[in-house]
Structures are given as C-alpha cells and as structure tokens.
C-alpha cells in the first residue's frame, strides 16, 4: 500500500499559541479547485488578530493552519478548472479564515475563482505581500468610489499595508493623491507618488492647505476610529468617503450636511460566504496588469523569514514592520 503524500505546516492549536510545525495530509484538489505549491506567504495584521482569537469576524476554528496571502505554481487542478494548468505561477487571497486552509505550508487546495497569472515581474515574494491589500484597497477606490482622471484623494494612513497600495492605484487611474503618515514616513508616501501630509496636522489645516477649503474628491481611510470621523470633515461636498476599518459608531453628521457618501469594506466576505470569488480574481487580474506595467509594487521587509521562523515574522507584524512581511516557503 502506497502511503498519501504529505506537506509541511504550521498548526494553531488554541488562540495565543505557539505555530506548531506539523506533517499534514496533502491536499487533493475538489471541483473547481487548484492544488498550489505555495512559495510565499503573505502576514496580514488580520493573521495576528485570529490567532489571539480576537478576530471572530473571520470565523476560523481551530486547530487551523493560517496565512491569507499566497504565491506559488500549480501542481494540479480539480475537475472542472480551465483557466489554470499545472505549471502556472499564481497568486491570490485564498485562505486562513471561514475554515479554509492558509498559507502556511507547502500546499493547498483553493478556488481557482479566487486565483490570479501572477505577475511575470515580481518574485513570488513580493506577489504575496499584494493580494488582500490590493483587493482591499481596489474595492473601496474603484468598485465604491468609482476613482477617476483628475479628482483628489486622499489616503489615511498612506505609508501602511492597505495605504501603500491605494496610493498607487490612485495614480494609476489619473488622480491627484494626497497621504496621511507618521513624520518618519512621509518620504516614502513621496516616494509612491503622494503629496505627504503629517498625521499629526488637524483636519481643518489639511483641507484648507491642499484643498483651498474645498474638500478632497474622495477620502480612503485605513485606519478608523477618530481618523474616519476626520475623514468625513476632509470630504468635499458631494463627495465620498471609503473605510476599511468603519467598525466603530460615528456621527455621520459632518458627511450628511456636505450631502457625501460613504461605503464600508469587507474583504473577507467573498472567502466566508462564496459570494463574489470571481471578483477578487478579476481584482488580481487587473492587478497583474497594473504590476506588469509599473505601476503597483509592494512595499516589503527586508527580513526574510520560513515555515522554521514564521513566529519571527509575526513578532515582527505586531512590532511594526518595515514594509509587508512575507514567509516564503519553498
């Protein structure tokens, strides 16, 4: 009898513990799945926030392999899958929450649907820091606010993981991007393309500095709390606020009377209930070809970390990292 391959993962038992390094099972691609031999992982903050069992919006039971973000090549498809074939390199927002196997280990079986061609000038590093801050920030620029040619926008929170990219998806479509940033990042929101703005200067300054008092077109904000009720003083009239982070309660009064709008994000929802995998695949898409022209690159750590020092790399998510920290794999 031939014994079932298997592959190295990491294992949450309970909530704050340790990733215990386990053999698992290889996974067997179902119908409309992909087999990918992961390469990179990519650590989210949300990663942190499940395994301390603080996120019950992502409703992952434990014992549980984490890890949301993935590049990797194709090692087989299930029945019914066209658009991949083994040999593809690929990436996406496929797993670690909803009871759906992570990233952090050598294989998974995911939805082809939520799949991307990774983009052919990056390394599968740098593709799996993208996924769930691209789709992010492209749900609330473009699928809510409709960005276009010629508006302002400003980023709240322009130097962090969702920032970084909304900036630039900002600038690929033809705006004029301003960007929030602790003092000791605003060249790198310069660097990125954006007007830097000091976190630290009142709402009224800002809007009356880059705005003439107007207002921004549209306001992206990822960092919540009082920022989003600023975020809703900074619109102009008319105009659009985006929140990845409006969990909390807040006087909408400030956005009713400039007659603006406003729309939440919720990234995960897709993952949990199904509904709208082709989208983030089309999302990724479109991001590959952003990537492939220039236009979108991850910010990364410089800290290379493997399955062996996955602890490392969230110690060093809950410190505040240099840039998007990524586990490669193999």
């Known amino acids: 009898m031939t014994d079932l391959p298997t592959m190295r993962a990491l294992v949450l038992d309970r909530p704050d513990g340790k990733l215990r390094l386990a053999e698992l099972a290889r996974p067997v691609p179902a119908e409309g799945q992909v087999l990918v031999r992961i390469a990179a992982s990519g650590v989210n903050p949300l990663d942190l926030k499940i395994r301390a069992g603080a996120a019950a919006h992502a409703r992952h039971s434990l014992p549980a392999v984490l890890g949301i973000d993935l590049a990797g090549t194709v090692a087989a498809v299930g029945p019914g899958v066209t658009g991949f074939r083994p040999g593809d390199e690929v990436y996406g927002m496929a797993g670690g929450v909803g009871g759906h196997q992570g990233s952090l280990a050598e294989y998974a079986a995911v939805d082809a649907a939520l799949l991307a061609p990774k983009p052919a000038n990056l390394s599968m590093r740098e593709a799996a820091a993208l996924p769930l801050v691209t789709i992010t920030a492209w749900e609330g620029l473009v699928d809510r606010a409709g960005v276009r040619d ?8 322009g130097a962090g993981g969702v920032g970084h990219v909304a900036v630039q998806l900002a600038r690929a479509f033809g705006a004029r991007v301003f960007a929030t940033a602790s003092a000791g990042k605003l060249e790198l929101v310069r660097r990125l393309g954006a007007t830097p703005i000091d976190r630290v200067e009142s709402v009224e300054a800002i809007v009356a500095a880059h705005t003439g008092g107007r207002g921004f077109d549209l306001v992206y904000d990822t960092v919540g709390g009082p920022v989003l009720d600023a975020s809703f003083q900074a619109v102009r009239r008319f105009g659009h606020v985006v929140s990845a982070l409006g969990w909390g309660s807040h006087l909408l009064a400030p956005l009713s009377f400039r007659a603006a709008t406003y729309s939440g994000i919720f990234t995960l929802l897709p993952l949990l209930t ?20 220039g236009q979108l690159a991850p910010i990364l750590d410089p800290r290379r970390f493997t399955l062996d020092t996955a602890e490392a790399a969230h110690q060093a998510v809950a410190a505040g990292p240099a840039g998007k920290v990524v586990v490669e794999i193999g």
């Open 150 to 157: 010629g508006q302002s926008v400003l980023v709240q929170g």
């Open 274 to 293: 199904g509904e709208g995998r082709e989208h983030h695949g089309e999302i990724l898409r479109r991001a590959t070809a952003l990537a492939e022209a």
